[in-house]
């Protein structure tokens, strides 16, 4: 009985990474849609705006209540110094925080030090466009800014995944 239960619980986990790689690829080609959203001072800002000079983005949308996302964003504050100085990579963190919720955003964004720069899609209009249905998600965008890469979740090490596609961008 406990090898069934085993082999059921291994099979789900397998069918559920497999089903959320391909909700992944969906996205990836595209570019990035133009949404009227805010930064975190609350000054408007057009998502077909983002770009960084001919060199890969990267855009996590995230929430204050997502402990997986502010692991994901905090793992690659550690490293992401490295990570512009070697490819010059920008990243940019989507909040997806509600009205309720969205107050938070800005004391948690200055307590962790983050370098990004943070925009705030309070009503999931960016989201919805970009086809998030749950945080973390990040995608990675290349110099002419299509989405060639997508990515839903997080676990540690997924942050190098991330950096070994940011480093073929750039071969």
Request: charged share 25%; with cysteine.
């Amino acid at each position: 009985m406990k090898k069934l239960l085993m082999i059921l619980t291994v099979g789900a986990a397998f069918g559920f990474a497999f089903m959320n790689t391909n909700a992944d690829q969906d996205s990836e080609g595209k570019n990035l849609p133009a949404v009227s959203i805010k930064d975190v001072e609350g000054n408007a800002f057009n998502t077909g705006d983002l770009e960084n000079d001919g060199k890969p983005m990267v855009i996590s949308f995230w929430a204050t209540w997502c402990k997986p996302c502010k692991l994901e964003l905090n793992t690659i504050q550690e490293v992401y110094q490295d990570w512009q100085d070697e490819t010059g990579v920008k990243l940019v963190a989507v909040s997806i925080d509600n009205e309720r919720t969205k107050n938070m955003v800005k004391p948690y964004v200055n307590s962790s030090g983050w370098d990004y720069e943070v925009l705030m899609d309070v009503n999931g209009d960016f989201k919805r466009a970009m086809g998030v249905n749950n945080v973390p998600h990040t995608f990675l965008v290349d110099k002419n800014g299509k989405i060639v890469y997508s990515h839903s979740g997080f676990v540690p090490g997924d942050e190098e995944i991330l950096f070994e596609h940011i480093e073929e961008l750039l071969k």
